[in-house]
């Protein structure tokens, strides 16, 4: 990697606009070297200050109003939720192979509840947690960090985990999980 491309992979590192492994590669190395751990620490401080940098501007009060207007409002968050096992809607998911019906999405917290169902066996991708994630097995089998769960089990992979678990053929889980997960 030449100068420039490490300057540059710093800055993204700088204003966390990489990957998570990514910037556990570039803090791997800035662990190794005394000169990019200060470019490191300077280009974050640097980020960190920019929002302060400036005077705010004063918004004209028509803008204000005519901006609010355009922005979504709060979605309305139910008290209570009641789905009959009948009233699922099961879709196929992202991933060939799994089927999931969606029980609730909190626009708030953007986390989702949800039946996954295996229809054929599946290696779920490599992703990462961006908040925990809880699955309780209610039929068949899960493999996951080399461990077989079954129906009853419960599992629960903290914030910032990574993970690729199998599904096997005919297993169906509940999970909650962020909105915001992704693939690695």
Known sequence: MNQE?????????????????????????????PEIDRELRS???TAATIAYAEMPLEI????????FNHIPQEPE?????????????????????LAVAILNIDPITRQVSSLVRAEVTVEYP??????GEEIF???????DRGVTYKAGDYLYSKAGSVHSPTAI????????????DAFI
Do not use: Y
């Open 5 to 33: 491309e490490l300057n540059e992979l710093l800055a993204l590192t700088a204003v966390g606009a990489i990957t998570p492994q990514e910037i556990q590669t570039v803090e791997e190395l800035a662990a190794t070297s």
């Open 43 to 45: 280009l974050r401080d």
């Open 60 to 67: 004209p009060a028509s803008l204000k109003k005519r901006l």
């Open 77 to 97: 968050v139910l008290d209570f939720v009641a789905l009959r096992s009948g009233e699922l809607i099961w879709k196929p998911h992202p991933i060939k192979g």
């Open 126 to 131: 490599l992703h990462h947690h961006v908040s």
């Open 137 to 143: 097995m209610l039929e068949g089998e899960l493999i």
């Open 169 to 180: 053929a005919g297993c169906m889980f509940f999970v909650r999980t962020s909105l915001d």
